[in-house]
Every structure is written in C-alpha cells, then in structure tokens.
C-alpha cells in the first residue's frame, strides 16, 4: 500500500487547515493521522476505520475532523482552531486490519506516507 499525505502549510494561530492522504488502495483498512514535532516523540492523532469508526487524541478531539471517501481511496483530517502545538510533521499509516480497535501505536500500523509539515505560527 502506497501513501500520499498532502495538505500541509503555515497557518495562523485559529485557523484551520485540511491534510489529504491518498492510498493506492484502501478497501476495509484502518487509516490513521500521527505526527511528529521537532524534538519529540511520534504521537497519535486520530484514526478510522471502513465503517466510519473514529478515535481521537485527547489534545486534538473537538478540534480536528477525520473522515474517509472511499471511492477516492482518501482519508482527511480537517484541523480546526489550530494552536502552535499543533505544528508538525503530519504522517498517515494504515493498518490492514479491518476490525476498528483503540491503535495508537506506530508499530501498529503497516504502512506510512511520507509526511506533511504542519506549522502554526501564533
């Protein structure tokens, strides 16, 4: 499975912004959004499954929309009320799995794009 992430820019403190990631195939996968800012760790934002199923991070939940078009084998996450902390090297990952579990590790997820970079300026 091949991914495109795509959507990244700068963006003012409240703005939004809305991330792409396009897989050669998507079928019944799970999809999910991590990102990595400079100096930390890798973190889970939020994922989806087939069925529409959602899980979101604490930080970004109410915030940030994930949603799935199938037919376009894309996954979106659209970035509300963007805060500076928010700025980072956006990544998409999918799991083949096709159950919608809690997976909020990287090392649960068999393939990865290349990344977006994210930046909020305050």
């Known amino acids: 499975v091949q991914l495109q992430a795509s959507g990244g820019g700068l963006v003012q403190a409240g703005g939004s912004l809305r991330l792409s990631c396009t897989a050669s195939?998507?079928?019944?996968?799970?999809l999910a959004w991590f990102r990595q800012a400079p100096g930390k760790e890798r973190e889970f934002v939020s994922s989806?499954?087939?069925?529409?199923?959602?899980d979101y991070a604490d930080a970004v939940k109410g915030r940030f929309i994930i949603s799935r078009d199938n037919t376009k084998n894309t996954v979106y996450l659209q970035m509300n009320s963007l805060k500076p902390e928010d700025t980072a090297v956006y990544y998409c990952?999918?799991?083949?799995?096709?159950?919608?579990?809690?997976?909020?590790?990287?090392?649960?997820?068999?393939?990865w794009g290349q990344g977006t970079l994210v930046t909020v300026s305050s």
């Open positions: 990952a999918v799991d083949r799995d096709r159950n919608f579990r809690r997976r909020r590790y990287g090392t649960e997820y068999e393939y």
């Open positions: 195939t998507l079928a019944t996968f799970v």
């Open positions: 989806i499954g087939w069925s529409g199923m959602t």
